[in-house]
């Protein structure tokens, strides 16, 4: 019997068949349908229309099913395996259109409505930052209510319009606030950084006051910024992580990156200490596999990948 | 003084500053105003949001110009050197906007609009090939008359829409025909090959007599190809050359190659042979230096930029 | 519904779903349990521990489904579009053994007798040339006669034994041959060239009478070659295709590449001229990623896939 | 209008032409005589002669012109935007010689002199690490008096002759102190770190009491290493960073790598400590980006020269 | 005279020769015959069957004698130069066989067995970890008592059998243990960190009692980390360093990344901290040159390598 | 016994020792003393000083000995193994400087002074082609009689000087005739092709009566162009094989490609063609490493070395 027959709910054994084989899929675990009986389903938005520098994180998706071939289960700080606490499924591609992102977001919102149903939870894999949007509209709908919003980035992402465009993939913070999709004095905004295009950048910050943990705020004092996402409650949160919340020398793969970033190793001491009862859902965006370099970009999306599903796991 | 210094239509001489040195410009051209009294306009279109598969030729305006400082001027075959005949000027980029179709070609429209006033004259740097058909309205609008297109390519561009969008970059051809852009009856495909989606694919063809020639009739009977090419009269005449109508070895970066394509040498001998008495425009799209290598598909742009820059030269 | 939902031996649409989205199977084809009801079955045997110098092709079938994913089905030649005449699934990769080849070489050959039950029709994707080996034993288990080797590369692969060890990726067509799994005498040669270790190299050729076609004879005299290759009968006959026949400026990404080498456009030629009535099986070899740049490489091997598909289609 | 008219002394806006478009200049910054009312002109020095290992920094400046199309102008800490403080302008490249340097220096110093009329000041972009020799020989002539370096580099440079050849890329420091244009004794060498090729590397700085910050002493105490380097006064002062002072992991792109190096957030930290009052002049040199990776060596450029930038504009 | 004549254990001279010439040996150091009379001689064992994802090491040996061309003698905190103390000498490869591990291992046996005729001291440059056990197998034969083994990784290496394959690149460590090769209780593994594919992972050290360092434990503690690692006695020593216990941003040419690693810095302070009386023997493995980016893993592995001759100078 | 051990002239066997193994000279042959007893001597000429656009062929020398470690000996045209009929060795680099080319052409000229004592014959392995002259008058010195030149290239090579410098890597025709080290009327041009910067670049030709076979007159008549080709006498010949006469897709590592270009197989054919009585010195220049892909540039030269060997071989 060839790997090629997905069974149920258990990845492709890498002590059977070598890590390099098969057919490519997040983590090797099976597809499902989206209407299965998975509890985490994993599914990819591949859309780069919006970003406003490099693009091709359209093909994030793609290279993130290949490398998470490399992924294990077993998180030494939670002491849990997910593979065995949680039923995880690839669920294919969102529908989307390349240059049209009305329409794209469109079938993107029926797409992850027909997740939410029965209250799947999820990761979304990006795919640009504009794609959080519509995911965050169809999270109000079935929650009723604004979501914490965890954001990884080294951007605020709540710039104005540009080029008389919208919904860039610099905007989905301020829209998101706007359309009451979350609520920012409980968000939080990890591995901001400099520079600025100008001061007015922190208007929306003082107005809204989201938590900002800025980079020089983790290297100052990090046991406080620890502490300070450590306060969640049961309101349903949901994690977006921008890889260009990495330095370049860690995240080289992304389309506008910005120095004095933090290391992979930062990222995950604090999504090691999390304790989220109610996670909803969680994206990983902005993964260019043009621009990386022996796939570290994806490596490092693969670890947050494993990391979130720990958290996952461990709430259940 | 330094080369930073535009002089009046000369390049910045290589023999006195080295080719890697100086503000890069088509060429190492003078920056003009896109009404100034230049005779051939080298303006930029940055947009590449209407690819179907790589994306990347976003960046096609900045590495050309990076590249062209290579480019020479004198042409062995028609004895001219296009520096000496005619005023030729880096008239900058077109205002684009990345993610909307619509509004960008508007900026585009009014952009060449502007170019076309005084009957410039001009070769634009994609960007996708969608942005050819901006072009072509505001030629026709100009021109009054359906154009003769001269279409280097791999693929017919005459596709249905994809993703229910209508005008992504392999449709150029159905829509120019349908809004009488172009006449097909006196318009040239060159350098097309399979596979293609199917047969239904050349209906368009055969409807409207446009005049197709095959790697294979190129390479059966090149002489053929080379003489039913070689009686264009006064018709304003537009080439449309995109870069996979090479073959990916010495055109690897590119968002749709298709092997089993053209040589430059086989591109330039067509160029070459070409005898345009009213070139009015031409474009140059679909190069991605991201997939480049080595700036070998930058340089194949760069060479056609210069026999197409010595049609007009040897028309004048 | 998403695109993860396999159906009917049809390909995921282009027009549906963007190209660079989905899970990637060869041709976006369904996956399907190894002895379904496919006519064509696609498996890769990632393998590539008998180089000799550069290594990698063990990724050669996760590259090729991915890159597969710009496959179109209508062949301009035959006027068919295999996609619609022929069943063809992604069967997923046979077991390997990374380093220990004769463990490996029993798992590919349990495979590949699992195909072969029924008479299925396959293409395998390597891996490195000595999978070729495995796949021929079986084949002789079960037609009971010699095949005829239609086999393109640029070495003869009926080397001695080097550093001692006997199966290397090229020494399959001398064990072929010793094992009377191939007539050397209705079997071909195409794309040889040298240098080689010595004139010895040729006493093969002289002895097994096995029909040569060398780079020179291509060049010198294509047609007299084309119809020395169109002389096939009844017999099963077998293409094994190591990319390495390709001239490395157009499959930069192998293992041991030698300039002077074909076109892409030279072996669609001989692959389109083809008339093969009773192709059982065949495969393609020696796709190292890592060594390729903007997957220029697979491209040539998916358009050798579709070239014989396209056989098989026209076959039946 | 196009973005090709240049404006004054304002950047091309990224919010009304996408920043990958355009013509590049530093900082999108209008490109100005020399002699024009600027308050820092930023120029290239394409030069590679004098490299000892790795060359290609020839082509720093036309990618770090490209690369700053990404640059932002708001200081977080200094909570000052330069654009609005300074007159910045791009006036071009020095004129150089690749292979005299004898040649190549008498231009470059021709070049700055015309610089320095009027007390302009300057970033000069490299290059290598000769070219800061006839820049320092200038700023003695004009200031009459040593100044204060503060280099960063991961090498002392102050190495003997190689090769029979004096003015290599790592000697300036040598030369500078013997032909008095700098004070080793109020001087800084910042990131320096071994191997070296013998004791006597280190009798240089024995002997000229240059004050050394290794990279070991910033990891023990950054805190101390920020306060020697707070005490700096009305001397003319010149900032020289040798790219290679960073890890290769975040500076892959030059030539002469030294691992265990600094990472950007360092070397961001002790530029935006500096209060410096008589800033006279700057460069940044060694990126050569043929062994860059996505840019990343040019983008830790790009931001060091923000931060000097907003120096400048902070002592105003 | 050039410098292909091979001086008496001097290296070529950066100084006379520039670092881009000459012929590649280790650190420009004289070929030696395995029997001349060098202290250490330094080795390739250029192999990588035994790979579980990305092959590639079998180019270790000659890209790490390249960019060892880099490398100078003198080390700062030791204040020693190895060149002036020992006499270090390039031995050549261990012969090899690419497929079969077995055939392999005997002549790498047999290699080994001759080095350490008369006590020479070794660095043996891989190829993969699967080449560590051949290598302690003889050292266990020369010195008859179980080894210390420190152990620099990412991986554990005390895995389980895959593919029905015991010896694979994974599990050195155990056999190592099994055969009474090294000692584990004063034994050490540096680096260390999950993700891990179970809690049995852990079996292994819990029974052995293997000191494992993990990366939490060295950024926690460094101090306590480097006291640990500064017990050592008479025991013969043996240095296993896999570049995988760096993070990939630092050694992305490698086979099987592992985010969230070591910095360079790091293993620099724990090797400059060493103080190994009696040092027999160390090995740098993994290094994948066709993954790597600008040689920059290749640089970590030569510094290794400085570090390590650093000891050996030291201990004499 | 390792194969660091050089044999007596022959070649490090592929059978015995991998070829990804051992220490890389010029194909596996043992390195020999400057005035040893061998038939042909390689030397390397890393000096990319004089190059006008892109540096690197420095490492020309280091990768092409990489690279000939795949070379085998046996000429199928000839059938000669040159391996068996002349004793080849390895003689190392001649010493340069890199940015001083009158002192790097002393010492180099010294160095080709000390191979042509007792007439040795020798390929000299680029490095940039203002290397050959220092050849060239060295071979003048020694002849007595101006030679023949056979010289493939994309450029003429006799264009004037730049940037105020005399002798750069497009002047070596220009000066080689000027001091009558070459006659014009018997030597040839292979491969020439345009843009040229103007009509007086082939005054030279005109003048000089030098012998120039373009692209187009190889690609119109093939059989004449060799005819030309094949009248070569007792004169003392020179082969100067510039890797850009190749097109970018064929040798995309170089520093000035031109599109349009000669395939490998065109210069096999007429290297295979000639018939030289008298070769006495032969040169491979202008190959960049840093700019080629998977080694195919490097492949290209080594090939072509294996040809001139093989004249060599032939004519004893």
């Known amino acids: 019997m060839s790997q090629s027959v997905f069974m149920e709910y258990k990845p492709l054994s890498g002590r059977e068949f070598p890590r390099f084989s ?62 065995e606490k949680i039923k995880v499924a690839d669920i294919g591609d969102s529908p989307t259109v390349p240059v049209d992102q009305k329409l794209c977001f469109e079938r993107v919102e029926k797409f992850v409505a027909d997740v939410l149903k029965n209250k799947k939870k999820f990761i979304s894999v990006g795919g640009d930052h504009s794609t959080t949007l519509p995911i965050l509209r169809q999270l109000k709908k079935k929650y009723k209510t604004p979501l914490r919003l965890v954001h990884f980035d080294a951007h605020l992402d709540s710039y104005p319009a540009a080029w008389g465009f919208e919904y860039h993939h610099g905007t989905f913070v301020r829209h998101a606030v706007e359309e009451k999709l979350i609520d920012p004095k409980i968000s939080h905004q990890i591995g901001i950084r400099g520079p600025l295009a100008g001061s007015d950048d922190l208007d929306f910050v003082k107005k809204t006051k989201i938590n900002v943990h800025t980079v020089d705020d983790i290297r100052d004092d990090f046991k406080k910024v620890l502490k300070d996402l450590d306060k969640f409650g049961d309101e349903p949160t949901y994690i977006s992580f921008d890889i260009d919340c990495l330095d370049p020398a860690y995240a080289p793969g992304t389309g506008t990156p910005v120095i004095g970033g ?48 720990s958290i996952y796991a461990d709430s259940k």
């Open 22 to 83: 098969g057919i490519k899929t997040f983590f090797r675990m099976p597809v499902a349908d989206i209407d299965a009986d998975y509890d985490v389903g994993i599914f990819g938005i591949p859309f780069d229309g919006a970003v406003s520098y490099r693009s091709g994180c359209r093909f994030g998706p793609s290279k993130i099913r290949e490398v998470s071939s490399l992924g294990r289960g077993y998180h030494w700080g939670r002491e849990i395996n997910f593979f």
């Open 262 to 309: 933090l290391t992979t190793y930062e990222t995950q001491k604090i999504l090691r200490n999390f304790k989220i009862k109610n996670l909803v859902g969680a994206d990983i965006v902005e993964v260019s596999p043009p621009y990386d370099h022996a796939d570290i970009t994806a490596l490092a999306a693969v670890d947050t990948m494993f990391e979130i599903l």
